[in-house]
């Protein structure tokens, strides 16, 4: 069967605008979020559109400050230090990827921790890793656990989870979030040996490579549950594109237990998951 990121991603966002409205009637505060995008590659700017819409919906303020593609670091940092001290600014984005004379790990650096919705800024990825609850932890693994659990329960406690891919924005921390979740966590990556017969074993397969239906069927155990974050654009006999996801969906999703599909999984999850953080940074702002 499915699991339903669409309709799961429309619930949580009902659930965060009740919260948001509740949040100013009682606190007068409005959650802000401010996206930086620079240069104008087409995926970023559809990407940026569907943040500013989306939290919008729900009742907070967003804006995005477009950038030219020649900006300069220094002239980027000196943006974020103004968003940095901006009381009415709760959560800052920059869209990735940036132009290649800008060193993203300085600008991630660069973000107040406490507005780094994205939780890439190496504060967040420590308080992950030490289970500080106070941690704002990326968007696309808090969706993968959100997805789990609504297959599987709120207790994962003691399945083995295998993870294929050891990325910064999502193989590391959802190993993290899944061992948080008392899980057995085995993280693969390009390097594993029999990687089959390590997938094999999963209770929950979570696929985060970047490789069209890598994931075969005789890799799945029966009865498992899958979350693919893969999204590949492949090309379909007609001349046109799909998105596919990192897994073999059509041969996988008989032999598992549930499976998120792409798109319609794990995709809808990671902005539902950014309006999370968002109220979650503007309501820590009020101590
Ligand atoms: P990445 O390229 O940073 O990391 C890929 C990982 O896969 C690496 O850690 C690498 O070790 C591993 N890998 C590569 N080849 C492998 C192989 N042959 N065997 C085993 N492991 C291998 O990618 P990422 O940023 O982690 O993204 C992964 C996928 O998730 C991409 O398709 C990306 O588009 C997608 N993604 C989706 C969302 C979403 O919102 N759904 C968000 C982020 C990323």
Known sequence: MNIDGKLTAKKLRSELAVEVAELKSSCGIQPKLTVILVGEDPASQVYVKNKIKQTQEIGMISDVIKLPINTEQDELLGYL??????????????????????????????ISPDKDVDGFHAMNSGRLFNGDSGALIPCTPQGCIILAKQHLGNDLSGLHAVVIGRSNIVGKPVSMLL???????????????????????????????????????????????VIDVGINRISTDDGGTKLVGDVDYDSVVDKCAAITPVPGGVGPMTIACLLKNTLAAA?????
């Open 81 to 110: 230090a103004r968003l940095n001290n901006d009381a009415n600014i709760h959560g800052i984005l920059v869209q990735l990827p940036l132009p290649k004379h800008i060193d993203e790990s300085v600008i991630i650096s660069a």
């Open 179 to 225: 061992l948080q979740e008392n899980c057995t966590v085995t993280i693969a990556h390009s390097r594993t040996k029999d990687l089959a017969s390590i997938c094999r074993q999963a209770d929950i397969l979570v696929a985060a490579v970047g490789i069209a239906k890598f994931v075969k069927v005789d890799w799945v155990k029966a009865g498992a549950t």
């Open 283 to 287: 309501k820590r702002s009020v101590h």
